[in-house]
Structures are given as C-alpha cells and as structure tokens.
C-alpha cells in the first residue's frame, strides 16, 4: 500500500540537526509515510551513522556539487505518496505537524497546491506565516533588509487556516500530482528563489496555496557567516535576477528564458553599486588578521566582489555556484562542471 506521505529533507553531512528532525518526525507523526533522506556530501562515518540509526529512511546518495533544488529533485522523482511533505534538516516538531496539515488537505478546495505551517525560530519569533507575492521592488527592499514577512496582510500572519501566496522552502506539505506536473523544483535555482518560484507558479495557474497558523514548526536557521558565503551568495543573486525580470513569463523549469532585459539590468545595477559600496567598505576593515572579526571581514568581502562578477553574466547558478565553491575550498568534485575561462 502507498504511503499518505512522502518526506523530504536534503542534508548536508549536518547530522546534528538532521537526528533530531527525524525524531521529531517519528514521535509526532501518526498517518503513513514514507521518508527520504539526500544525503548531500556525507562522509562515510556519518552515512554509517544514518544508516544503522534509521534503518527505517531511504538514503539517497549526493556526491555532486548540487543545491537546494536539483538535491530535492531527487528523492521526489521516488515519491509515491499522495502528498510531499519538505522540510529542512535544521528544523523540529513539537507537535503532530504532518498529520495536521494533511486533515487541513480536507478542509480546502481540491485544487489547492499546497500548505504551510507557521514557522519560527527557537526563540519563538516567527519566520514566516504565509507569504504575499515577491515583486522585483520587494525582493531589492529585501536585499536592503526593508521587508518585514511578520507584518500582517492578506496574505500573511492571519489567524487560523487561511489563504496566502507563495511558499518557504523549509516546511511546506504539496499534493504530489500537482507538484509532478509542475516539474518538481525548477534547478533554474542553486540556491533560492525556488520555493518563491514555485509557490507563484502554483498560485498563478489555479492552484492556491494555504497557510495554517495553528500548526507549527521551529526552523533552528543558522545565520553565521561562513566561508562558502563567497560562493552561495552570487549563486542566490543570480537567480533572484532571473526569477524576478522573468515574472511577466513565468513557467515551469523555463531556465533563462522569458526575462526581460531591462528589468534585470535596472535590479543587476542597483546590486552591483550596492555591493561596490559594500566592498569598500571591507577593503577599509582590518582583513589580514586571524581574529574571527577579520576572518568575517574578508569573507563579506570577497563575497560583495564575487556578487558584482555574477550579475552581468551568462552563466547559469549552478556554474556560478562551481566555480566560486571550488575556489573557496580548492576542492574538485568529479561529476560537476567543469571551469569555464570567464
């Protein structure tokens, strides 16, 4: 018999937070499922580990330098369940969340796509609850640290089972045919805005997204800077542009195709000044130390130059993400792309 649910969750050798996820998934969770674990970079104590602790999860091997969407891809190319729960390695559940959201399933219109639940961080503070629509002048106010997902709106921070926009990527429950049709995640995006994408390609062609504040999940969401910012922030940039100048013609797995030119030149150049000025503003710090002060100083440095070098390119993310990966940590993964002469 199929399971009610297939569980995703991409890990990146981080077993600390993923044995805790898992064992909130196991004490909480009642309807039947499946789960899914890409195991993304693990080493081989680690993969040993998971293997003799959860004998009951299906471990997908990733070797290769993917993201975020192409790692989940492949667990929900083996989903059978009728619905696909995804969720971060970095979160926990104090409550039955998978069960909640799949009776919510019943108290929706059948064509709905999606539903999220509420999202917090440890300290109780709300990550997202909902989500309104992202727009090329909300995501460069977001760059400037300018939005606020907590204030209420239409689409947001409502009470109970309500209707809202757009998805966060690290906790959403989808009907597995809708998600199917839509191609799963679009690998367009290494490392954002693929749940955004996504949740506006839902909501754009009949399938509404809801949000349930009652249900809720913490995101524990590591914001310290580490040295492979340098290669995930030009990759989430690059993709930003793309997604947003490509919003007038937004389809499914489109690459590329559809931006309007003028729209992502007029966002490229704000970033790229904003990210000049950031520059200077490193190179004017004490970069050379060892103190973790410097150390931090040089990464947001190098990060702002690599930024700038990504906007005005035609190389996709994922090539993006290779090439400042491998300079970061002068590691070559066999399987990835190869270095392209920029």
């Known amino acids: 018999m199929k399971p009610e649910v297939s569980i995703i969750i991409v890990s990146m050798n981080n077993v600390s937070c993923l044995f805790p996820c898992l064992d909130s998934i196991r004490r909480h969770t009642t309807v039947s499922y499946e789960t899914f674990?890409?195991?993304?970079?693990?080493?081989?104590?680690?993969?040993?580990?998971?293997?003799?602790?959860?004998?009951?999860?299906?471990?997908?091997?990733?070797?290769?330098?993917?993201?975020?969407?192409?790692?989940?891809?492949?667990?929900?190319?083996?989903?059978?369940?009728?619905?696909?729960?995804?969720?971060?390695?970095?979160?926990?559940m104090n409550m039955p969340v998978i069960d909640r959201l799949v009776e919510d399933m019943s108290k929706v219109p059948a064509e709905t796509a999606a539903i999220s639940p509420k999202i917090v961080f440890p300290d109780g503070k709300v990550q997202t609850c909902g989500r309104a629509p992202w727009t090329p002048f909300r995501y460069l106010k977001h760059y400037l640290h300018l939005v606020d997902e907590t204030r209420p709106d239409k689409w947001a921070m409502q009470d109970g089972l309500f209707l809202t926009?757009?998805?966060?990527?690290?906790?959403?429950?989808?009907?597995?045919?809708?998600?199917?049709?839509?191609?799963?995640?679009?690998?367009?995006?290494?490392?954002?805005?693929?749940?955004?994408?996504?949740?506006?390609?839902?909501?754009?062609?009949?399938?509404?997204?809801?949000?349930?504040?009652?249900?809720?999940?913490?995101?524990?969401?590591?914001?310290?800077?580490?040295?492979?910012?340098?290669?995930?922030?030009?990759?989430?940039?690059?993709?930003?542009?793309?997604?947003?100048?490509?919003?007038?013609?937004?389809?499914?797995?489109?690459?590329?195709?559809?931006?309007?030119?003028?729209?992502?030149?007029?966002?490229?150049?704000?970033?790229?000044?904003?990210?000049?000025?950031?520059?200077?503003?490193?190179?004017l710090c004490d970069c050379s130390g060892s103190s973790p002060e410097s150390q931090r100083n040089r990464i947001m440095r190098d990060t702002a130059a690599n930024v700038r070098r990504s906007i005005f390119t035609k190389k996709t993310t994922k090539e993006i993400f290779t090439k400042y990966y491998q300079e970061v940590t002068g590691k070559t993964i066999s399987g990835i792309i190869a270095k392209s002469s920029w």
């Not at 293997?51 to 990733?62: A, D, L, R």
């Not at 191609?183 to 490392?191: H, I, K, L, V």
């Not at 524990?220 to 690059?238: L, Q, Y």
């Open 37 to 92: 674990v890409t195991a993304y970079m693990f080493s081989d104590e680690n993969l040993k580990l998971l293997t003799g602790k959860y004998p009951w999860v299906t471990i997908i091997e990733s070797n290769e330098l993917r993201g975020f969407a192409e790692n989940n891809n492949l667990a929900l190319r083996l989903a059978e369940g009728k619905y696909c729960f995804i969720v971060n390695d970095d979160t926990l």
């Open 165 to 283: 926009y757009t998805l966060n990527g690290a906790c959403f429950l989808a009907k597995t045919d809708i998600f199917r049709e839509y191609g799963w995640f679009d690998e367009t995006y290494t490392f954002t805005p693929e749940d955004i994408a996504l949740g506006t390609l839902f909501s754009r062609n009949g399938h509404p997204i809801y949000t349930d504040s009652d249900v809720e999940i913490t995101h524990i969401a590591n914001a310290t800077a580490s040295r492979i910012e340098a290669a995930i922030k030009p990759t989430r940039v690059r993709g930003s542009l793309i997604f947003y100048s490509s919003l007038g013609n937004i389809r499914p797995n489109q690459g590329t195709n559809g931006c309007n030119p003028f729209i992502y030149i007029l966002m490229g150049l704000f970033i790229w000044i904003f990210e000049a000025l950031r520059s200077i503003k490193y190179i």
